[in-house]
Each structure stands twice: as C-alpha cells, then as structure tokens.
C-alpha cells in the first residue's frame, strides 16, 4: 500500500510535466519577448547535417526554452530564487545599492579574456585600436571628432561596493589620443554629474540618457567651432516616458527595480527633416511605436541601421559623418539641427575615409562605447 | 541528451512514461530497450552502433563460457578473455589511443572523439562476462533485457555503475508501485536541483574567479576556486546520480546507491566508501580482489593498490593529471593504512578539514590538465608569491558568502535529518510535501528556462 502523500507527488508530478509538455507544442510560438526584449528561437530545420553534427539538439533546446509556456513566469522565478541565494547578481548582471542595474564587471573580464589573455595585454588592445584613430584623424582631410563613452559601470563607480582596480586605466589610455582625433573625454565629462546626482546614464539600460547625450552634444559642438551655434537647454519641450526597462534590466530580470524614464527633446521644427534609414523615409527622428514596446530605447532614428541620412530639405549646411553605435541615436537628433548627416554603423562599415570623401563630408565624428571597443575590436578596423 | 534539460524533461520523459506504462507487462522491456537507444542515438548517433555491437560481443560469449564454464574452465576462460577484450578494446582506442599515440610518438587521430557513456556501459558489460563466468549470474538468454540492461536511459552515460547481478532480477520481473515512483520522483527532482541550482552556480563562481585570478590572482580567490570546484563536482554528479536512481524508480528499477555524503568523510579512505560507490566496488571486486587483494604480503599489497589507483585515475580521462589525481589519493590511503588513520581517529574534527582538504585539491589536479597550472595553484592556496585579497575579491567574496554556506550545508545530511525531525513533530506538515516538490520542480524548469539566453549580439547594438 502507499501513502496518500505519495500519490498526491505522483499525480502533481505527472500533471505539472503532462501540462507543460501538451501545452508547450498547442501554444503557438512567439518570435518576440517583450519581457526580455529580444527574439525567441523559431523551430529549427532538421536535417541529417544538422542532426549528426549536433546542431540541430543544441538548436532544439534553446527553441523549447525560448518557446516553453509561461516563459516569463519562470524567467522572474530564476531571477527571485538567485536574488534569495543574496548574490546580487544574474545572468552576469549585479544589483546595485541605488537599484541601478550593470553587467558584472567579470563578464567584462571575460569578453576580454576571450580576445587577449592578460590585463596588460588587453591594454595593449586598447592601445591598439586607439592608434588606428589617431591614424584616421591624420589621414583624413577634415576634422574628427571622436566620443567613446563609458560604460555604466564606470560612470557610476562610486554605487558599486565593487572595487575595480585599475578600472579607469581605459579611459586614461584614450587621454593618450593625438589632437588629431579630436578625443573627447565623456567619463570626466558625465562622472561628475553623475556623482552631482544628474540623471545622465539609465538604470535599467546600457546607454546613456537624452540628459547625458546633451552634454556630450554641448561639447562636441564646441569642438567643432560651433559654440555659439549650441542649443539652449530651455528652449526644447522634454517629453518623458516613463516605465522604461532596458536591456540590462532585461538580461537580469530582477523582479524588483525602479524603471526608468526616458525622454525625448522635442523643438518646434522637428518634423521638417528628411531622414533615410537603409533606403527607407523614416517618420521623424522618432518612431513612437517603440514607445509602446518594451525596445523603447528604439525610438531614437528607429533603432539600428546600416546607413541613416539627415537632411533639412531648402537649407544648404555642412555635412558630419557619424561612425557610430546605438549610443549615437539619441545624440543625433540634436546635431541634425546644425549638420546634414550621414550615419553609418561602425560594426559593419570602418572604411570610415572613403566614406568621408564620398559623401562629401566637412567633419567626421566617432561614437562607439567603451563596451563595444572591448568586445569586438572593430575601432581598429578604421580606415 | 541531459537530464537536466527541457527536451529530456518535456519530451522524452513524457512520452516514454506514457508509452512504458501503457504497454502490457512482457513488453515493457521491450519499450525501455527502444527508447533507450533512442536516448543514446540523440546525443550520439555515430555510434550507437558500436554500443549495440559491444552488447552483442558480451551476449555471444556468454553463451560460450555458459557452456564451457563447468567442462572446460580453460576454454571459458578464453571465451571470458575474448569478451573482456572485445569490449575494452573500443574503450582502449577511443579513449586512449590519442593519448598514448601523443606519447610515444605515433600518428594521432584527429577528430577522435569518446562516444558518450562508453566508461560506463564498458563496465556494465565486463560485469556481466566476469560473474557469468564465476558464476554468480544466470545467463542472459534473451536479448532484450540483456540490452536494456546495459543500455536503460537513467544509468547510461553517467552511472551509477549498475552490476547484472544487482539487477537481473529486476529485469526479468520488478514491480512498478506508486511508493517507488513517488520516491523515485523525489530523488529525481532532487538531484534536479542540486545540479541546476548549487551545482552550476558553483561552477560559474569558480570559471568567474579563474578568469579573474588571471589577473589578479589572490589567496582568498584560490581557496574559493577550490571550494567551488569542490561544491560542482559533487553537487553535478551526485545530482546526476539522483535523478539516475529517481528515473530507475518511476520504472520499478532499484539502483544502489552512489554517494553517501562523501564531504563528511573523516579520511581518505572512508571519503573513497562514500564518493562514486559504484565505481569503486567495480575496481575492488573485479581489480583489487583477483590480483590477490589484501591477503598477500605487505609490498604486494602496495602495488595491487597502486594499480587500482592507477587504473581509478586513468578511467576518468585520459591524461596525465588525471594519472595524478589517482596515484595522488593511493599516497594516502597508504599513509592512511601505515599509521595515519589510527592518529585520525583520535582527532575528529582535525580528520574532518585534513580529509576535505585532501579532497579539494585532489580536485584542483582533476580540473587542470596543466601540471605547471596545479602547481602555481598550490604555491597560490599558501599564498607564495601571492597578495592575500584584493578588494574586488573581498566584494564577491562577501556577495557570495551565503550561497557557499547554503551549499556547505547542502553536502551534509543536516537539511534531511532537520526535515525529517519538522515532519516527525508537526505530522501534519506532511501533506505540504508534494506541494514543496512541486515548487522545487518548478523553480529547476526556471532555471532550464532561463539558462540558454545569450543576448551577445543583441545587447551591443
């Protein structure tokens, strides 16, 4: 005979796994999650290639964890029972005193490890592909203006009882950077403010704010001669939005964390430009149907693009070329009112002089975040 | 194919309980035998061929040394010896050849890779020829349930070392109960949790802190490798052992036990009754014991030891820290034996932090297949050369405290006695048991769920 307990776990046991598995194939797939802000995994093709070499089992798995039922029950169920072990940390993102979420600094180790073996080494990278900048500031016949913002983890140090020696060696590095890459030092620019209690880098999201983009415009205005030309702080309409959870948020899924507001300056002409993403017109510097998605950071130049170009259709004015990553979406909107600009993605395209001489360009500007250059050593790639 | 995955849990598992139990009784073999292979064939469809020509080999010969076992033992034995080494051939090129070939100088074979499971179902085979011919088994007449026996999913690519005669009885008739598949549930989901939730965390922490010890490495920081190498390897596979046992359950099968709390050991020797059981009775009955075991003189005893070392290190992998790692623990289980032990037994507590140490460096040898790597290691554990924190290390020391104290906690048998003792106090608490297995089971399909997200390309653009 058996315990009425021990049927109970049996039946329980047999319904949870029945349930799960029966819904699993009835619920149709999804290709997004809003919740984590990134695809899901369709159902991969089964072939004999495929199914010898071992893809097509490692393909399945992540299909039927992207696609199982409930999937953002069970991801805020992960987070919560990692949080209970008090490890302030998942998914390789830590949970700071001030509920600011970052990447953990040893998954920045790691991303280096993969590339170099050493810390030196790993500065010697750097170094590396600093220089190539240099170079591209020499070889080119117009002025360079060059922003590698920090990341989170730097600009908010101080929140973090994670002490990193040697945290600022990168930045002191790209101090190292001749005049003719027209360097422009954003962590002694936003730390301060940072520290001064401004909002200039999101919680929840790797990028920085419209906040702190503005004071990165502000400078490279006046390094590009144009001081008198900057805009005012007061004369745009701030909207905010709140209720943004970016992707660092998304990576952790910590169930508890203040949200963020993101926000968008307006001035009054902003509808008179034309702007081409990849071929196609966009509706604006904004495209407002990211604002109900959990992708909101996307309503700046409509997320990423190969090649953007900005124009005030009537007005003849000077064009910059921006080398760029999704740090440069939010700053644009505030260059495109004294510059035509052409817009390239960095990752894909680093034959930044031909680019320069083709479309004619009067100055060239180079946003790529300290993150990226770390990662994926494209900076080095410039030409 | 894992257990520890959606696909096994979600699919397989429910597809083959269902099909199992559905089936009439003389079938159900039948079916295990099927879905088993077709287990092997998902993770390892090259060679499932050379498993099913491996059992054949062993259920041939039986038949021979069955016949020949009572009028010719010569010829039994020769039919016992081409068995044995029919079956540990394949273990011998695939395993070994590459190494050996590295060694001596000859050609390797690229791309030679160790079909999954073969140490295990190696072992399971040779010991159904070795007792047949001693005797102590019956022959396997019919072949389905000989090759369920060595093939059945829960034991087959990760043990427990299953001896024939454990379970060929079973094979022919065992009883499926709803007591056995509510325990065999239970030490499944388990074992789920112990290698999903303390077993891979404690795996990250040491691959996070071997990364960052590159660059600055610290005493703290290495101790803490080690702790964690030592929480992976037990929590990984006696989790694994676990849900081995549990899944054996659900369909009647009663497996022995693997571990038996081998970090409350209070010596070497006592660890090694506790750690891997299965593999070290197979080493003792079919290694130890025909070379003579323990009743022949002293130095002879030495070396049938040594070589059961050698050979305990040898199976794990074939390289040389594994070698190490075998002749390593023969040092002092023969220190043990000479005076060590006696002195231990006076010194509890003393025994206790000895033999863990031993232990956890035992498996710094086993994770670093660089000789020169253990040693800076061992120069780092007593701080040669080495800064003795760094400030980043004392964060996530600190951030990380409660969950190596959870996991200490969790190789002792304290959380079942304190369960049991709450149960026995308060009876009622027992109807909230499946309730909290449910639960447990839920948060394991979590951590499934959430840990194949790998957003790298997404999160930098």
Same mark, same amino acid.
């Given at each position: 005979?058996?315990?009425?307990?021990?049927?109970?776990?049996?039946?329980?046991?047999?319904?949870?796994?029945?349930?799960?598995?029966?819904?699993?194939?009835?619920?149709?797939?999804?290709?997004?999650?809003?919740?984590?802000?990134?695809?899901?995994?369709?159902?991969?093709?089964? #072939?004999?290639?495929?199914?010898?070499?071992?893809?097509?089992?490692?393909?399945?798995?992540?299909?039927?964890?992207?696609?199982?039922?409930?999937? #953002?029950?069970?991801?805020?169920?992960?987070?919560?029972?990692?949080?209970?072990?008090?490890?302030?940390?998942?998914?390789?993102?830590?949970?700071?005193?001030?509920?600011?979420?970052?990447?953990?600094?040893?998954?920045?180790?790691?991303?280096?490890?993969?590339?170099?073996?050493?810390?030196?080494?790993?500065?010697?990278?750097?170094?590396?592909?600093?220089?190539?900048?240099?170079?591209?500031?020499?070889?080119?016949?117009?002025?360079?203006?060059?922003?590698?913002?920090?990341?989170?983890?730097?600009?908010?140090?101080?929140?973090?009882?994670?002490?990193?020696?040697?945290?600022?060696?990168?930045?002191?590095?790209?101090?190292? @950077?001749?005049?003719?890459?027209?360097?422009? #030092?954003?962590?002694?620019?936003?730390?301060?403010?940072?520290?001064?209690?401004?909002?200039?880098?999101?919680?929840? #999201?790797?990028?920085?704010?419209?906040?702190?983009?503005?004071?990165?415009?502000?400078?490279?205005?006046?390094?590009?001669?144009?001081?008198?030309?900057?805009?005012?702080? /007061?004369?745009? /309409?701030?909207?905010?939005?709140?209720?943004?959870?970016?992707?660092?948020?998304?990576?952790?899924?910590?169930?508890?964390?203040?949200?963020?507001?993101?926000?968008?300056?307006?001035?009054?002409?902003?509808? /008179?430009?034309?702007?081409?993403?990849?071929?196609?017109?966009?509706?604006?510097?904004?495209?407002?149907?990211? @604002?109900?998605?959990?992708?909101?950071?996307?309503?700046?130049?409509?997320?990423?693009h190969d090649i953007t170009?900005?124009?005030?259709?009537?007005?003849?004015?000077?064009?910059?070329l921006v080398a760029k990553?999704?740090?440069?979406?939010?700053?644009?909107?505030?260059?495109?009112?004294?510059?035509?600009?052409v817009a390239v993605n960095l990752a894909t395209n680093t034959f930044i002089?031909?680019y320069?001489?083709?479309y004619?360009?009067?100055?060239?500007?180079?946003?790529?975040?300290?993150?990226?250059?770390?990662?994926?050593?494209?900076?080095?790639?410039?030409? | 194919?894992?257990?520890?995955?959606?696909? +096994?849990?979600?699919?397989?598992?429910?597809?083959?309980?269902?099909?199992?139990?559905?089936?009439?009784?003389?079938?159900?073999?039948? $079916?295990?035998?099927?879905?088993?292979?077709?287990?092997?064939?998902?993770?390892?469809?090259?060679?499932?061929?050379?498993?099913?020509?491996?059992?054949?080999?062993? !259920?041939?010969?039986?038949? =021979?040394?069955?016949?020949?076992?009572?009028?010719?033992?010569?010829?039994?034995?020769?039919?016992?010896?081409?068995?044995?080494?029919?079956?540990?051939?394949?273990?011998?090129?695939?395993? !070994?050849?590459?190494?050996?070939?590295?060694?001596?100088?000859?050609?390797?074979?690229?791309?030679?890779?160790?079909?999954?499971?073969?140490?295990?179902?190696? =072992?399971?085979?040779?010991?159904?020829?070795?007792?047949?011919?001693?005797?102590?088994?019956?022959?396997?007449?019919?072949?389905?349930?000989?090759?369920?026996?060595?093939?059945?999913?829960?034991?087959?690519?990760?043990?427990?070392?299953?001896? &024939?005669?454990?379970?060929?009885?079973?094979?022919?008739?065992?009883?499926?109960?709803?007591?056995?598949?509510?325990?065999?549930?239970?030490?499944?989901?388990?074992?789920?949790?112990?290698?999903?939730?303390?077993?891979?965390?404690?795996?990250?922490?040491?691959?996070?802190?071997?990364?960052?010890?590159?660059?600055?490495?610290?005493?703290?920081?290495?101790?803490?490798?080690?702790?964690?190498?030592?929480?992976?390897?037990?929590?990984?596979?006696?989790?694994?052992?676990?849900?081995?046992?549990?899944?054996?359950?659900?369909?009647?099968?009663?497996?022995?036990?693997? =571990?038996? &709390?081998? &970090?409350?050991?209070?010596?070497?020797?006592?660890?090694?009754?506790?750690?891997?059981? *299965?593999?070290?009775?197979?080493?003792?009955?079919?290694? !130890?014991?025909?070379?003579?075991?323990?009743?022949?003189?002293?130095?002879?005893?030495?070396?049938?030891?040594?070589?059961?070392?050698?050979?305990?290190?040898?199976?794990?992998?074939?390289?040389?820290?594994?070698?190490?790692?075998?002749?390593?623990?023969?040092?002092?289980?023969?220190?043990?034996?000479?005076?060590?032990?006696?002195?231990?037994?006076?010194?509890?507590?003393?025994?206790?932090?000895?033999?863990?140490?031993? $232990?956890?460096?035992?498996?710094?040898?086993?994770?670093?297949?660089?000789?020169?790597?253990?040693?800076?290691?061992?120069?780092?554990?007593?701080?040669?050369?080495?800064?003795?924190?760094?400030?980043?290390?004392?964060?996530?020391?600190?951030?990380?405290?409660?969950?190596?104290?959870?996991?200490?906690?969790?190789? *002792?048998?304290?959380?079942?006695?304190?369960?049991?003792?709450?149960?026995?106090?308060?009876?009622?608490?027992?109807?909230?048991?499946?309730?909290?297995?449910?639960?447990?089971?839920?948060?394991?399909?979590?951590?499934?769920?959430?840990? *194949?997200?790998?957003? +790298?390309?997404?999160?930098?653009?």
């Amino acid at each position: 005979m058996y315990k009425r307990s021990e049927l109970v776990t049996v039946v329980l046991f047999c319904l949870t796994v029945a349930i799960l598995a029966v819904s699993f194939w009835i619920i149709p797939d999804k290709s997004f999650s809003e919740q984590e802000n990134r695809s899901l995994e369709q159902m991969p093709k089964l #072939d004999s290639e495929s199914f010898f070499s071992g893809g097509f089992s490692k393909a399945i798995n992540v299909y039927y964890a992207d696609q199982f039922p409930l999937r #953002d029950i069970f991801v805020t169920l992960k987070s919560g029972s990692e949080l209970a072990f008090l490890k302030g940390e998942n998914n390789g993102v830590l949970y700071s005193r001030n509920q600011l979420a970052v990447k953990d600094f040893n998954a920045y180790q790691s991303r280096i490890h993969i590339t170099e073996n050493t810390d030196r080494i790993y500065l010697d990278s750097l170094q590396a592909q600093l220089k190539s900048v240099d170079k591209l500031g020499e070889t080119l016949e117009v002025p360079l203006v060059t922003v590698l913002p920090p990341r989170t983890v730097d600009i908010a140090d101080s929140v973090f009882s994670y002490n990193r020696p040697d945290g600022d060696k990168p930045f002191e590095l790209m101090n190292t @950077l001749g005049g003719e890459s027209g360097y422009i #030092d954003t962590l002694s620019l936003l730390r301060p403010k940072y520290e001064s209690g401004e909002y200039v880098y999101y919680r929840t #999201d790797h990028h920085w704010t419209t906040g702190g983009a503005y004071y990165t415009y502000c400078e490279i205005m006046k390094r590009l001669g144009r001081e008198d030309k900057i805009i005012p702080r /007061e004369r745009f /309409e701030i909207e905010s939005v709140a209720g943004f959870s970016g992707t660092t948020a998304a990576r952790a899924n910590f169930p508890i964390y203040q949200k963020d507001v993101l926000e968008i300056w307006h001035l009054p002409d902003d509808d /008179e430009y034309e702007i081409i993403a990849d071929g196609g017109e966009l509706n604006g510097f904004y495209n407002r149907e990211y @604002l109900e998605k959990s992708d909101k950071y996307s309503v700046f130049l409509d997320g990423t693009h190969d090649i953007t170009t900005i124009k005030k259709p009537g007005e003849q004015r000077d064009t910059l070329l921006v080398a760029k990553d999704s740090f440069a979406n939010c700053l644009i909107p505030f260059l495109a009112r004294e510059f035509d600009i052409v817009a390239v993605n960095l990752a894909t395209n680093t034959f930044i002089s031909a680019y320069a001489e083709s479309y004619g360009a009067d100055a060239v500007l180079i946003v790529f975040n300290t993150e990226n250059i770390i990662s994926t050593g494209h900076l080095g790639n410039l030409k | 194919m894992v257990f520890s995955s959606l696909i +096994f849990i979600f699919a397989y598992l429910a597809v083959t309980l269902a099909v199992y139990y559905v089936a009439p009784l003389k079938w159900r073999n039948l $079916v295990l035998f099927v879905v088993s292979l077709a287990f092997y064939g998902w993770g390892e469809p090259k060679y499932i061929s050379l498993m099913v020509v491996s059992i054949l080999i062993a !259920y041939i010969f039986g038949f =021979f040394i069955e016949k020949y076992r009572e009028k010719n033992k010569r010829l039994a034995k020769l039919f016992l010896a081409l068995s044995l080494v029919g079956n540990l051939s394949f273990l011998l090129f695939f395993k !070994y050849y590459n190494f050996f070939a590295e060694n001596i100088g000859f050609a390797q074979i690229e791309g030679l890779t160790l079909p999954v499971g073969i140490s295990f179902y190696t =072992f399971q085979i040779m010991s159904y020829s070795i007792d047949l011919y001693r005797g102590e088994v019956p022959l396997a007449k019919r072949f389905v349930p000989f090759g369920t026996y060595v093939t059945l999913f829960p034991q087959l690519i990760a043990g427990p070392i299953v001896r &024939y005669k454990d379970v060929c009885d079973q094979l022919e008739s065992r009883k499926e109960t709803v007591s056995k598949f509510a325990f065999g549930v239970s030490r499944f989901v388990t074992g789920l949790a112990k290698k999903l939730i303390l077993g891979d965390s404690a795996a990250a922490i040491a691959e996070a802190f071997e990364r960052s010890a590159e660059f600055e490495p610290t005493v703290i920081g290495t101790w803490l490798i080690m702790i964690c190498y030592t929480f992976h390897i037990y929590f990984d596979f006696s989790g694994y052992s676990d849900m081995a046992i549990g899944l054996g359950r659900m369909f009647g099968f009663e497996f022995v036990e693997n =571990f038996n &709390y081998p &970090y409350i050991a209070k010596s070497i020797t006592d660890f090694w009754r506790r750690w891997h059981i *299965t593999l070290s009775t197979w080493f003792k009955e079919y290694v !130890y014991i025909p070379l003579g075991g323990n009743r022949v003189g002293k130095i002879r005893g030495f070396i049938n030891l040594a070589t059961v070392w050698f050979l305990t290190g040898f199976w794990h992998g074939a390289d040389w820290n594994y070698i190490l790692w075998g002749v390593y623990f023969w040092v002092f289980l023969v220190i043990e034996k000479a005076f060590l032990g006696k002195l231990l037994k006076k010194l509890p507590p003393l025994a206790h932090i000895y033999s863990l140490f031993i $232990v956890g460096f035992g498996w710094m040898i086993f994770f670093h297949s660089d000789l020169a790597a253990i040693a800076q290691s061992a120069k780092q554990l007593f701080g040669i050369g080495t800064a003795l924190l760094s400030e980043g290390t004392l964060y996530t020391v600190l951030r990380l405290l409660p969950f190596i104290v959870i996991s200490a906690l969790a190789c *002792t048998p304290l959380p079942k006695t304190a369960f049991e003792r709450l149960l026995a106090r308060f009876p009622k608490l027992n109807a909230f048991k499946p309730l909290l297995l449910c639960l447990l089971f839920l948060v394991c399909v979590a951590y499934m769920v959430d840990n *194949t997200f790998s957003p +790298f390309l997404y999160y930098i653009f």
